[in-house]
């Protein structure tokens, strides 16, 4: 049974950093498609980044801003968030799909994480 589960959240200022992590459990085979969504109150969810087998991929609005990263041995998916805005203020979900490349679909990915919250005050 494939779970995903995000850590990592908090409260900062503007300008601030946080990491973000998402372990996945249940399938050892690293091959797959992941990525990070964000949805702030009253808004659709967005997808933030992507990693798949073509490499990273990051929406413009985080671009030189986020980085998102994965450790195979570790089944880790991880969000560096720097230079955070009060507009990135969200709940984060952590995304995945059996499949290489990466789509920005949030309707596409089948696995989720329950979200980790995410606020940024200026």
């Known amino acids: 049974h494939f779970q995903l589960a995000e850590s990592g959240g908090g409260s900062v200022q503007a300008g601030g950093s946080l990491k973000l992590s998402c372990v996945a459990s249940g399938y050892t085979d690293s091959s797959y498609c992941m990525a990070w969504f964000r949805q702030a109150p009253g808004k659709e969810r967005e997808g933030v980044a992507t990693i798949g087998s073509d490499g990273p991929s990051y929406a413009d609005s985080v671009k030189g801003r986020f980085t998102i990263s994965k450790d195979n041995a570790k089944n880790t998916l991880y969000l560096q968030m720097n230079s955070l805005k009060p507009e990135d203020t969200a709940m984060y979900y952590c995304?995945?799909?059996?499949?290489?490349?990466?789509?920005?679909?949030?309707?596409?990915?089948?696995?989720w994480g329950q979200g980790t919250q995410v606020t940024v005050s200026s």
């Open positions: 995304a995945a799909e059996f499949q290489y490349r990466c789509t920005w679909s949030a309707d596409w990915y089948r696995y």
